[in-house]
C-alpha cells in the first residue's frame, strides 16, 4: 500500500522542538555566528533577554521572572515603588553554560525565591553541555533574597515546593521527596519512600499535609502525607491516570482529574476521542472520594490541560471548580458546583481557545490568554466569576500576550511581545501595558532592521484552511529563494507573527528573522496537528504515524509560494526543527518536486523506530511505515542539512543517523552538524547561534549559488 497515493498524504513523524548540533561537514567552527554578509549578525537579533516564570509574590505587589540573557539565565525581581514598578536583578550568572532555571516559586514570606538550577527537564535529568570532565550533573535547588544575600545552595533536586507556613521547604529528588528547612545548614533528609516517582507536590492551606502525584509504570494515583503523623492516605486509587490535586480552601476536600491511560503520545497520531475523563472530590483523612462528573463520549472525551498554566484545575470561591474542556471543539472553561447536581457552565464563549489561567487570592476572579477574536494571536481576558461569569478583554495589540499573573491586589501582569520588540514582562493598567524592565531591552537593539511578518492563509491541497506567518525581506525587488518553515510541537504549539512566549519558539523566531534579513522570503506554517484551530484541526484524521495528512498542508503551502511574483520557483527550500524536522523530512521525500534543498534538526523520521510509539496491530503499522520519510528516500533529490544534538531525550539521535545512511546510499548530499552533550531543547545560545548559521549558510549554496 503507498498512503501518498491513496490518500495524497505520506510520511509523517514525531514532534518535539529545537535545533541541533555541530560537526561534520557544516562544522560549527566553520560555521561563525561572527561572519557578517551585509544582514544583521543572529547575536543583533538574538541580544534581548528572554523572560519566562512570570510569578507573582504570595502578599505584597513584587513581580519575579528568569531571564535568558544571551544564555546566562538569571531571576529578576520588580517591586512596586509608589505608582511603579523598579526592577532588578536578583542572582548574578554570566556565562553561557547551559545551566537552566526551572520551577522559580516564591516562598511564603514573599522576600524569599526558590529555584531549580541545572539539569534538563526541569533538572530531573543530569547534563553536560559544556562536555566538562567532572561529567553530567542533575538539577540543584537554589534560595534567593529580596535583601541582597547572595543565593544559597539547598541540595541536589528540583521542584522546590514551600509550606504556606514559611518553615519547611520539599524538594524532589529521583521522584522522591526530601524536606529542609530555608537557611539551615542541615542537608535535606527523606520525607517517605514512594513505589512510583513523586511530582505535582501540593501542600494544604494549613501547611500540616501534602498533597502528591505517584506515577506508576502505567498509571498515576495521588497520595496525602501528614507530616506530622508520618502517614500516607491513598485518595480513591484506581487504574487510571490521576492528577492536578487541588485542595479546597479550608483543606478539607481535594478534587482531582481522573482520565485513561494512553496507547500513543499525542504527537504521534490522531486521538479525537477517548473514555471520557472525570473530576472527583474525595476526603484527604479517609480517602474516599465520589466522582463529581465526567465528560460524555465524542469531541472533549480526552483531558487536555491548560499547557501555558501551572494549573488546570481551580478551586473557586462558593465551592466552584473551574476547568478546561473541548466538548464544543474549543478549549474552553467551564465551571460546576462542588455539592449542587448539575451540568457544567461554560465560562469562556466563541471559537477559541484558552491557554494559560491564574485564579486570583479572593478566587472570585480568573486572568487567561484566549485568541477569542484574533486567532493567530493571544491576548488576556479577565473572568469576574462572581457576577454571572462576564469576561473582558485587558489587552489588545498586534502581538502576543500570554501567561498572566495576579498580584494580591487584583494588578494583571503578563508577558508580551510583538514583531520587531521581543517579549518581556508588562502590567497592564487600565487600557496601556507598561513594561517592567525597559532597561533589558539594549538601546542598539535593531528594531528597524526587522520585518513584521504578514498573516496569511491559503488553502491545503486537501482543501483545508491553513494559517501562516510570510516574512519578507524589507528590500525586496525581484524573484528570489524562498523557505518553507515548520515549527515543532506540534499539538500544544503556534507559531505566532511575534517574538513566541516558549523559549525554543523565540529562538526559531530569531532564525527566521535572520533569514529574511539575508535576503530569504520565509512562510512559516502552523500546519495540522497544532494548537489555536480547535479539535478537528489539532487532531485531525490521518494526521502523523495514521497517514501523514499533513503533507497536504507542505504542497498547499508551497504552491501558496509558487503564485507569488517574488519568489523564484526553481528555489525553495524547507526547514524546521523537532516534528518540524520531520516535516521538513516528510516534504524532500514526498514532495521533492517543490524543494531545492532541507534543513533538518531533530527530525523524527521513521516511526516505528520511536521507543514512544506502539502500532495497534499490523495495519497500524503498514500505515505508520508509510507515513515515515524514511520509507519514501527513494523519491529524495535535494541535498538537505542533517542537524541533532547527540544528549537528545526527545528524538532519538539514531533518527538523523538512520536517515543519513539511507540517503548517502542513494547518493544524495548529506551536510550535517552535530553538537555534542546538548539536548534536544539547546541550552546554550552557542548552540542557537551554530544552528541558525548553519542553516543560512547551507541555504546561501545551494539556493543563492
Not at 539539569?119 to 540543584?140: H, I, K, Q, R
Not at 487532531?539 to 503533507?551: D, I, K, N, R, T
Request: proline residues 7%; hydrophobic residues 40%; charged residues 20%.
Amino acid at each position: 500500500m503507498n498512503i501518498k497515493m491513496s490518500i495524497q498524504v505520506p510520511t509523517a513523524r514525531r514532534l518535539l522542538l529545537v535545533l541541533c548540533t555541530c560537526s561534520g561537514v557544516m562544522c560549527a567552527a566553520s560555521a561563525s555566528a561572527q561572519e557578517h554578509t551585509g544582514g544583521l549578525t543572529i547575536e543583533q537579533i538574538a541580544s534581548a533577554p528572554f523572560p519566562s516564570q512570570l510569578r507573582a509574590a504570595p502578599s505584597g505587589e513584587s513581580v519575579a521572572w528568569v531571564y535568558n540573557e544571551q544564555g546566562a539565565r538569571n531571576v529578576w525581581v520588580a517591586e512596586l515603588r509608589g505608582t511603579s514598578y523598579a526592577a532588578r536583578r536578583l542572582t548574578v550568572y554570566r556565562d553561557d553554560d547551559g545551566n537552566d532555571i526551572n520551577d522559580l516559586v516564591w516562598g511564603a514570606d514573599a522576600k524569599t525565591l526558590f529555584y531549580t538550577r541545572g539539569g534538563d527537564n526541569g533538572g530531573t535529568s543530569a547534563v553536560n553541555p559544556l562536555s566538562a570532565p567532572s561529567g553530567a550533573v542533575a538539577g540543584d535547588v537554589w534560595a534567593v533574597s529580596l535583601v541582597g544575600a547572595p543565593p544559597q545552595r539547598l541540595g541536589a533536586g528540583y521542584a522546590p515546593s514551600p509550606s504556606p507556613k514559611g518553615d519547611s521547604l520539599i524538594i524532589l529528588r529521583d521522584g522522591q521527596p526530601f524536606l529542609t528547612k530555608p537557611g539551615s545548614a542541615t542537608a535535606p533528609q527523606s520525607l517517605f519512600h514512594d513505589e512510583g516517582r513523586v511530582d505535582d507536590v501540593t501542600w494544604s492551606p494549613d501547611g500540616l499535609r501534602i498533597a502528591f502525584v505517584s506515577s506508576r509504570t502505567r498509571h498515576s494515583i495521588i497520595g496525602v502525607f501528614d507530616l506530622a503523623k508520618k502517614q500516607i492516605v491513598w485518595i480513591s486509587p484506581g487504574i487510571d491516570h490521576d492528577g492536578e490535586p487541588t485542595w479546597s480552601p479550608d483543606g478539607s476536600r481535594l478534587a482531582f482529574v481522573r482520565f485513561a491511560e494512553d496507547i500513543n503520545p499525542p504527537w504521534a497520531i490522531a486521538h479525537p476521542d477517548a473514555y471520557p475523563w472525570e473530576i472527583w472530590i474525595a476526603d484527604p483523612a479517609t480517602g474516599e472520594g465520589t466522582r463529581r462528573w465526567a465528560a460524555g463520549a465524542g469531541p472533549g472525551s480526552r483531558f487536555r490541560e491548560l499547557f501555558n498554566s501551572r494549573r488546570s484545575l481551580f478551586w473557586a470561591a462558593d465551592d466552584e471548580i473551574i476547568f478546561p474542556w473541548e466538548v464544543t471543539g474549543w478549549l474552553r472553561l467551564y465551571r460546576i458546583s462542588v455539592d449542587r447536581a448539575g451540568d457544567p457552565l461554560l465560562l469562556t464563549p466563541g471559537r477559541a481557545e484558552v491557554f494559560g489561567a491564574e485564579l486570583s487570592a479572593d478566587r472570585r476572579s480568573l486572568v487567561y490568554s484566549s485568541n477569542l477574536g484574533d486567532i493567530d494571536r493571544r491576548h488576556i481576558w479577565e473572568l469576574r466569576l462572581g457576577d454571572g461569569g462576564f469576561a473582558r478583554q485587558l489587552s489588545v495589540s498586534r502581538g502576543v500576550e500570554d501567561f498572566p499573573v495576579l498580584s494580591t491586589s487584583g494588578r494583571v501582569l503578563a508577558l508580551r511581545a510583538e514583531a520587531r520588540v521581543p517579549l518581556r514582562p508588562t502590567l497592564l493598567e487600565g487600557n496601556s501595558m507598561i513594561d517592567l524592565a525597559p532597561e533589558a531591552l539594549t538601546a542598539d537593539f535593531p528594531t528597524a532592521a526587522l520585518v513584521e511578518p504578514q498573516v496569511v492563509t491559503f488553502p491545503a491541497s486537501d482543501g483545508l484552511t491553513i494559517h501562516g506567518q510570510l516574512f519578507v525581506p524589507q528590500h525586496q525587488r525581484a524573484r528570489g529563494p524562498a523557505l518553507l518553515f515548520f515549527h515543532g510541537g506540534p499539538t500544544n504549539r503556534q507559531a505566532f507573527a511575534a517574538w513566541d512566549p516558549f523559549e525554543t519558539h523565540s529562538h526559531l523566531y530569531e532564525v527566521n528573522q535572520y533569514l529574511a534579513n539575508h535576503g530569504y522570503i520565509v512562510l512559516s506554517v502552523n500546519y495540522r496537528g497544532g494548537a489555536g484551530y480547535g479539535l478537528e484541526f489539532r487532531e485531525a484524521q490521518g494526521f502523523g504515524a495514521g497517514g501523514a495528512s499533513e503533507l497536504n498542508d507542505i504542497i498547499g503551502a508551497a504552491h501558496y509560494l509558487l503564485a507569488r511574483p517574488d519568489v523564484d520557483p526553481k528555489r525553495i527550500g524547507v526547514w524546521g526543527g523537532s516534528y518540524g524536522g520531520r516535516m521538513t523530512a516528510l516534504a524532500l521525500a514526498s514532495a521533492p518536486q517543490y524543494f531545492a534543498a532541507g534543513a533538518d534538526y531533530a527530525g523524527v523520521h521513521d516511526w516505528l523506530a520511536m521507543p514512544e510509539f506502539v502500532p495497534a496491530n499490523d495495519a497500524a503499522a503498514k500505515v505508520a511505515q508509510e507515513s515515515s520519510a524514511i520509507t519514501h528516500v527513494q523519491d529524495w533529490r535535494a541535498p538537505v542539512l542533517l542537524m541533532h544534538a547527540d544528549a537528545d531525550q526527545n528524538v532519538p539521535f539514531e533518527q538523523t543517523v538512520e536517515l543519513a545512511a539511507a540517503l548517502r546510499g542513494r547518493g544524495i548530499a548529506v551536510d550535517y552538524l552535530m553538537i555534542p552533550n546538548e539536548v534536544h531543547f539547546l541550552l546554550r545560545q552557542k548552540s542557537w547561534n551554530e544552528i541558525s548559521v548553519a542553516t543560512r549558510k547551507f541555504m546561501d549554496r545551494h539556493l543563492t549559488p
